[in-house]
């Protein structure tokens, strides 16, 4: 089979389902359900027409709540944060007594680092007695970003009380005890999580951590070497384990692991030095495209030959330059690098269909 043709029939379904409910939309009264399925439809393409549809749908059904989470959600994820948040704050204003609902926002504001008002919300919920461990141990870790340890702590025991043998509360309880000057309360309870989780090399490294902290440097030492022999790649075990024989007087051993760490941290900074300049040249790219300075924008893009994102932007510069069978090019090769991005999927399947209208037009 043509490869275009493959690529073809793996555009089809998405668009076709939005294309059909768009059809049933228009050919009756509204219908909030179909209104609801076609936003959920053009979100899942990434189309725009996807907001302005959850909002139409919202209008026609006010008082379905699920449907305006789902609209938070679909905001959240393309990075429109203020107003997904805006829908919630509407919704909690509609139904002030749901702690579901407050801890389900109070997790996505932990999320975003608003951490002030993430332990509102999420307290809010424990208060109301929606107090599961999930909760508690998010509550937990916003109210330490706060510098709210001691209730920090203690929300994090309770976390570990509803679920003892999770690991997770017991790790992020031990890193605040350390943190809090405690090693000998932090080994309790990160040996517990090592022991729940052996293969975890965080867990280890900070169990190492603790122990250097309470004096235990033998102990520690074999901490660090357990989480090494797990990940030998662990740059911060390397440091650790460094610093540490150093201070025991190996010093030949100790620089064999701080030269590992030195040169693994210059590639960090470097793959973090390239994909900074890669996503502000993108940036820019659709910052000019927004701009409709075509030319401009195709010169960054164009920076960036080999990457979904950059041959997408390429590809709408290339058509507002008027050059459609180049754009659908990029398409082409967009999806060949990133062949689960429906949304790439759906914009190729807009760039053929346009391009057959044009062929059509032109040979009548």
């Known amino acids: 089979m043509p490869l275009t043709v493959c690529l073809l029939l793996l555009v089809l379904p998405v668009a076709a389902t939005a294309a059909t409910r768009q059809s049933a939309v228009s050919s009756r009264p509204v219908d909030a359900g179909q209104l609801k399925a076609l936003a959920a439809s053009y979100a899942a393409a990434g189309d725009p027409r996807a907001a302005q549809t959850y909002e139409r749908?919202?209008?026609?059904a006010p008082g379905d709540f699920p449907l305006r989470v789902e609209f938070a959600e679909f905001l959240w994820h393309t990075g429109e944060r203020e107003r997904g948040?805006?829908?919630m704050e509407r919704l909690l204003r509609l139904v002030p007594d749901n702690p579901k609902l407050k801890a389900h926002y109070g997790v996505n504001l932990a999320e975003q680092g608003r951490y002030v008002q993430a332990a509102e919300q999420l307290d809010a919920a424990r208060r109301a007695g929606f107090a599961g461990a999930d909760v508690l141990y998010y509550l937990g870790s916003v109210l330490w970003e706060t510098g709210r340890l001691d209730e920090a702590a203690l929300r994090l025991r309770e976390a570990v009380a509803k679920e003892p043998g999770k690991a997770s509360a017991r790790h992020r309880l031990g890193r605040l005890l350390i943190f809090q000057g405690k090693p000998a309360a932090a080994i309790v309870e990160l040996s517990r999580a090592a022991e729940l989780e052996p293969d975890a090399v965080e867990v280890r490294l900070d169990l190492g951590r603790a122990l250097e902290a309470s004096g235990d440097l033998p102990r520690a030492e074999a901490a660090y070497r357990r989480a090494l022999e797990?990940?030998?790649?662990?740059?911060?075990?390397?440091?650790?384990?460094?610093?540490?024989?150093?201070?025991r007087g190996h010093r030949n051993e100790?620089?064999?692991h701080i030269a590992f760490y030195r040169r693994a941290f210059a590639d960090e900074q470097e793959a973090r030095f390239r994909s900074g300049s890669r996503q502000a040249e993108l940036n820019l790219g659709w910052t000019e495209l927004k701009k409709n300075r075509f030319e401009e924008a195709l010169a960054q893009f164009n920076r960036h030959p080999n990457d979904a994102e950059g041959l997408?932007?390429?590809?709408?510069?290339?058509?507002?330059?008027?050059r459609h069978a180049e754009?659908?090019?990029a398409l082409e090769r967009a999806v060949l690098l990133d062949p689960d991005n429906r949304a790439l999927r759906y914009e190729l399947d807009r760039a053929r269909e346009g391009s057959e209208k044009k062929e059509r037009s032109e040979k009548k």
Do not use: C, F, K, M
Not at 234 to 240: C, E, I, P, Q, V
Not at 312 to 322: E, I, K, N, P
């Open 57 to 60: 749908a919202i209008a026609a």
């Open 327 to 329: 754009a659908l090019r």
């Open 85 to 87: 948040n805006a829908q």
């Open 254 to 256: 100790a620089a064999l």
């Open 230 to 247: 797990r990940e030998p790649n662990a740059s911060l075990g390397h440091y650790l384990l460094g610093t540490l024989l150093a201070r």
């Open 312 to 322: 997408r932007g390429a590809a709408q510069a290339l058509a507002g330059l008027g």
